[in-house]
């Protein structure tokens, strides 16, 4: 006690640093002994992985949702530390979602599933459908666990906060790792349409709601939009399927090509999306060990997608 009282500085200064190591060791405990945990299990030549999922719950922000629309996250899992490292038997796991059920509807496409030694890889999928309305700045999470059960118990997981924007039209990539080919998902939340040139008793840039449209004939329909959007990409990195519906109904703007070994590929087009609609455009990847998810993975997206909404 003497030696507290005549060093009362230096004891103060101890005491604090001991409490920083204390709250450090709390805060970090778990997150080493799950580095642990991971290494004896890799010993044991058994990997249970994930591009998206940890030990450690890594966490994401999605920017681009408009809190009105289905949202949807594919989650891979493998059986691999490296291209020559698997793990020689099947691996049982569980999927578990949380999120606010009473703001929010989360669902998976299973509620279990095997990663066969021969496959090394298998997915899941987890539908998000608001429950309430969602203003712009508001923000809700949802954290997703896989769970393995043989031959080892390793537990992955992630937490998605999906920030909503005052946004009526938004896009994600869904891919993963070995796939041939990745989807760009448009989604429009526009209920109406813009007249682009004037027929009938309407005059260029009336409104038009979406049921007054579904009346209309094809030719008229021709002459309005909800949302034109542009698709900008480099062709040696992915390659538009060609028998997809939207370069078939390209507009005769913004189109272009680029010339790769003496063959013409896409890089640019454009064309139009319907009201309250969800559209899915295919590409092949060149390297399909690349994952190009994006908000997710990536923060900024392969494909760059311009739109042009009506009455905008």
Known sequence: MKYIRKHKKLSIITLVVLVGFLILGVAYGKYFLNIINNYILETKKFYFNSSVLTTNNKHYQINNWDGVSTYTITVDLNNKKNDERYTTSDIEYSINVDCDSTKLTCTTNKNSGVIYEDNHTDSYQITIVPRVNFAAGESISITTYAESSSPYVKRLSATYELNVVNSRFTYNIDD???????????????????????????SVGDEISNDVYLTLSDADKAKCFSAIVTLTFDPSVVI?????????????????????????????YSFKVDAATNKKVIFYKVNPYTNYTYPIKNPTSIVQVDVRLARE
Not at 178 to 198: K, P, R
């Open 176 to 202: 993963k790792n070995g796939d041939l080919v990745m989807n760009l998902n448009l989604t429009n939340s526009m209920a109406y349409y813009e007249v682009e040139e004037a027929f009938g008793s309407y």
């Open 240 to 268: 538009l399927d060609s028998t997809d519906d939207s370069i078939k109904k390209r507009l005769s703007t913004n189109y272009q090509e680029t010339t790769i070994n003496g063959n013409n590929y896409v890089s640019k």
